[in-house]
């Protein structure tokens, strides 16, 4: 039930998507993707604060979404990731079938990655693609990743700065997207990266329950951001999406819940 | 404390409109031009929606439209939204001269050419106007 929720939510936000940059691209709305992408607000943040004023097109609704996916964060850690972002939502399907495609059982890729070096990875090169997109927004004043985003680049019909090479790049992501699930997710977004600390100490945990847990491992082969379910009592990591695939394919349907931390009841 | 599954679902709804609802509160010009005309007795202000003021720099230009035209006071841009707010003094001037100096041609100081139809006035004060 609510894994057929959850792909109603992500096939609903791909098609809105969709439609809207396909709308602007036509000339019959003045609303473009790029305003609802919640990195703005964060790109447009030094703007507003140096010069009272936001950056290039970006504005207002992206300031407001960036600030609501805070608060989600906090409490519902990267729910939005698992839940509403379009491109989330594409790679992962991207994921779903490279897996098929390469015949693995987990969502682990196609390399071995040593968990040390996967949580490095995670942290360097998103850090560095937040430092990087910033420092050029700030320095120049324009949305200077537009022609490199893959959700803009997916979503806007061709729209403003996307050139050839943006749907090279674009491409390339799907393609490495098929060999290791969610690479763009875990290892670029940098929307992924600036959530993350709030994310991290998010409220809302999925607790496995080791007097009911049989140690299968469904719930770690379940899971798109491939945690290691079965091996802790509690998720703490920051990159959980809150999908519940992991709830979905537990075969005694009671060992994983999820709890409010923090809180007695 | 144990919480059901359907909250997540329901927080991310709630987020989305948090988000998009609460947006209005933050908003702020892209682009404030005063200029220099004589105060007005008693000047109003209009809300158009232009199409092709969608950043701060298409926002410059359309305020650009406007500084040579008498009785002008204030222009603010919130181009996310293609919102502009003119105020401008009744006595010297109307809507209409404004409209038709906002949809003018616009000399482009970079490339030194003059454009055409760069910007169109959709709606004046909330009400839908014909396009030209």
């Given at each position: ?52 004023r936001f950056t290039c097109a970006a504005g207002e609704l992206n300031l407001g979404l960036f600030v609501a996916l805070i608060l989600l964060a906090v409490l519902a850690r ?139 491992g469904s719930c770690d082969d379940a899971c798109p951001q491939a945690l290691a379910v079965s091996s802790v009592p509690e998720v703490r990591s920051g990159e959980c999406t ?24 | ?97 404004i409209r038709e100096a906002i949809e003018g041609p616009v000399y482009d100081e970079g490339t030194q050419e003059t454009q055409f139809h760069v910007f169109q006035v959709l ?10």
């Open positions: 039930m609510i894994k057929r929720l959850r792909t109603i939510f992500q096939a609903g936000v791909v098609l809105a998507a969709i439609v809207t940059g396909m709308r602007f691209a036509m000339g019959w709305s003045l609303t473009s993707v790029e305003k609802y992408c919640p990195f703005g607000g964060l790109e447009t943040a030094y703007a507003l604060l140096a010069r009272k990267k729910a939005f990731c698992g839940w509403a972002c379009p491109l989330g939502a594409v790679f992962e399907w991207t994921g779903r079938l490279g897996r098929k495609v390469f015949g693995r059982e987990s969502y682990q890729g196609l390399w071995d990655i040593p968990p040390k070096v996967d949580a490095t990875l995670k942290i360097v090169l998103r850090l560095a693609v937040v430092a990087a997109v910033l420092a050029a927004t700030w320095a120049t004043g324009e949305l200077v990743f537009r022609g490199y985003d893959p959700y803009y680049v997916l979503f806007s019909a061709n729209g403003h700065d996307v050139r050839t090479w943006s749907y090279a790049i674009l491409g390339a992501l799907f393609l490495l997207g098929a060999l290791v699930p969610l690479a763009w997710c875990k290892y670029l977004c940098p929307l992924g990266a600036a959530l993350w600390p709030f994310s991290a100490a998010g409220r809302i945990r999925l607790r496995r329950h080791g007097e009911l847990c049989t140690g299968c809150l999908c519940l695939e992991c709830t979905a394919a537990c075969p005694t349907g009671g060992a994983l819940e999820l709890h409010l931390t923090g809180v007695r009841p | 404390m144990r919480i059901p599954q359907w909250v997540i679902p329901t927080l991310v709804i709630l987020c989305a409109v948090l988000g998009i609802g609460g947006a209005r509160l933050l908003a702020v010009p892209s682009v404030v031009k005063e200029y220099s005309a004589a105060p007005a007795a008693h000047p109003r202000t209009t809300l158009l929606v232009v199409s092709g003021v969608k950043c701060v720099d298409t926002a410059e230009r359309a305020a650009n439209q406007l500084k040579d035209l008498p009785g002008v006071l204030r222009f603010a841009a919130y181009a996310s939204r293609n919102r502009v707010e003119v105020t401008f003094d009744p006595d010297r001037v109307g809507v209409q001269d709606e004046v004060d909330g009400l839908e106007v014909p396009t030209r």
